[in-house]
């Protein structure tokens, strides 16, 4: 049955819904991190580890979350992802140890949101457009925003009330619920229904064989691109070296500013609320640099995203000696509307240069460098924080991290194998 609009516009809302609850079920660590500390006493490095252990195992499944996709497709990867995140969260409430955190919080939550998370959509989503592949990726990814200002309140709230076992207990229960229905109506790409990217109509045999191609490099585009083949290029490991530094600053500040806040004399009203704005602000800031990247290309995009995230750093170190809401205020805003922005692009920047049928082999093996970077940044900052007794150096290092990140998409270059809808080239063929 033809529907009278997209069908990838479904895909899209499955995926809004996704993300919503799925990313902000293990951002509300943050907000578990807290009361756990209280409860057992332990250092903060090694309750902290429990989440950067998580992108551990998130690293180690990556790859083969990758050619399940290749394989099998979302569908499967999506209801897996579910399970395991569900799974984690409804066994952390029996945690009297370290290890028990880990195994919940770290191997079955880590798992399981490298495949309904920012990762495992990657692996697909681009498939269903071409021209406006951001601004329907940020559209998308907007979705974490929704879910940051419901969902973590209301996680909040149970955890003041009720404590921080019956907020894991009800975010399982509602990943059970909602997102295992919902995601079977997932499809790999628009071809798997007879349809084209875009929505656009098939050629007709008797128009002019005249098409407009977004191809800079065609020697590059026409290699079959296979992991080992893509393993042997700089572009490969440049990619993976932005995305390490790009994970790294997003959660060395998403897990540490909410006890950052309370620490320098915030109000936990304030640590929550800050936490969920800036999920806010990525709403319009993913669907607009999403857009944007599509006029002017994915490393411009990036190094907003990354400017941002310094940015963001810079206005936390100058908290600790100005206690001022409109430092928070910045920091909240760059780090949501600008920092959150590289998500839009991620997908995008891996399969403008390695497309092909082996796509989700390459991006699962590149997201282990990106889950290493996720794993070091909340584990680093924390010992450090432990080590020195304050967060100076950890957020000096992040400031760092983002301007590397920056640079060396840059050097991946994806504009000069595929032009973004505003800058094609037009070949006629």
């Known amino acids: 049955m033809r529907l009278p609009f997209f069908y990838g516009w479904i895909i899209i809302a499955v995926t809004f819904v996704t993300m919503a609850i799925g990313v902000n079920a293990r951002t509300a660590f943050s907000l578990l991190f807290p009361p756990i500390l209280n409860e057992f006493g332990w250092d903060r490095g090694v309750t902290a580890g429990a989440f950067s252990f ?6 180690i499944v990556s790859p083969l979350i990758g050619r399940l996709m290749d394989r099998l497709g979302p569908r499967s990867v999506m209801e897996l992802g579910v399970a395991l995140m569900a799974g984690g969260l409804l066994l952390a409430p029996l945690t009297t140890q370290p290890w028990h955190l880990y195994l919940t919080i770290g191997v079955l939550v880590g798992a399981g949101s490298i495949c309904i998370g920012y990762s495992g959509q990657s692996f697909y989503l681009p498939n269903w457009f071409n021209r406006r592949r951001g601004l329907a990726i940020g559209v998308a990814f907007a979705g974490v925003g929704i879910g940051s200002v419901t969902l973590l309140p209301w996680a909040q709230a149970m955890i003041d009330h009720s404590g921080w076992r019956t907020a894991c207990t009800a975010m399982g229960l509602l990943l059970l619920i909602v997102l295992a229905p919902i995601n079977l109506l997932l499809r790999k790409r628009p071809e798997d229904l007879g349809l084209l990217p875009d929505g656009d109509a098939a050629p007709s045999t008797s128009a002019p064989k005249s098409t407009v191609s977004n191809v800079v490099d065609p020697e590059w585009t026409a290699t079959d691109w296979t992991l080992p083949r893509a393993l042997g290029t700089a572009r490969f490991w440049w990619l993976s070296a932005g995305y390490f530094g790009g994970l790294y600053v997003w959660y060395a500040v998403q897990v540490h500013q909410t006890k950052y ?4 004399g915030f109000s ?3 640590g929550v609320w800050s936490l969920g704005a800036v999920s806010l602000l990525g709403i ?7 857009h944007v990247s599509d006029r002017i290309g994915r490393e411009w995009v990036w190094s907003i995203s990354c400017a941002g995230f310094a940015i963001c750093f810079a206005a936390l170190m100058a908290l600790a000696q ?3 809401l409109a430092l928070v205020y910045l920091m909240v805003f760059t780090q949501g509307a600008l920092g959150y922005g590289l998500t839009s692009i991620m997908g995008a920047v891996v399969v ?9 082999s390459i991006f699962g093996t590149i997201m282990v460098a990106a889950l290493a970077g996720g794993a ?13 007794g304050n967060y100076t150096l950890a957020f000096a290092i992040g400031i760092g991290m983002s301007a590397f990140s920056a640079l060396a998409v840059w050097f991946a270059s994806p504009r000069k194998v595929r032009a973004v809808a505003g800058r094609l080239d037009r070949i006629r063929v």
């Open 54 to 59: 998580g992108f551990v195992a998130s690293a």
């Open 261 to 264: 806040l309370l620490d320098i």
């Open 268 to 270: 936990p009203a304030v």
């Open 284 to 290: 319009p800031g993913q669907i607009f640099l999403g």
């Open 322 to 324: 100005v206690h001022s």
């Open 352 to 360: 403008e240069i390695f497309q092909g049928k082996h796509y989700g």
């Open 376 to 388: 070091a940044g909340p584990w680093i900052t924390g010992v450090l924080h432990d080590i020195t």
